[in-house]
């Protein structure tokens, strides 16, 4: 019913910045919040950052201020903007999508995008 694509992941040196996109389709609502969670070599997923659908934003202590999410809604699209990357930022980033307040099955997750920072 939604369908999540992440892109914008690459490479970086320890210092730089990426701009991470998610495009969504479907039955998707501005009622959905939405959210960025990452996980690194060999640890568990966690919650980077997430945007409630009136726009209140959470980010986690890791996060230290270097991060903004965005979402525009009338295009469907959710951001992560990443400046002052560290080599721990490194990791698979995931986009979601949690609708669980309308229906117990409305939670989606993209496939991810790739974030190495390495010098």
């Known amino acids: 019913q939604v369908q999540l694509v992440e892109s914008g992941g690459g490479l970086v040196q320890p210092g730089g910045s990426l701009r991470l996109s998610c495009a969504a389709s479907g039955s998707i609502s501005r009622d959905y919040a939405m959210g960025w969670y990452r996980r690194a070599p060999g640890n568990q997923r966690v919650l980077v950052a997430a945007?409630?659908?009136?726009?209140?934003?959470t980010y986690a202590d890791f996060v230290e201020g270097r991060f903004t999410i965005s979402r525009d809604n009338a295009k469907t699209i959710m951001y992560l903007q990443m400046k002052s990357l560290k080599p721990e930022d490194t990791g698979v980033y995931y986009c979601n999508a949690d609708g669980r307040h309308i229906a117990p099955a409305y939670n989606y997750w993209g496939q991810g995008t790739q974030v190495t920072v390495s010098s």
């Open positions: 945007i409630a659908g009136g726009g209140t934003t």
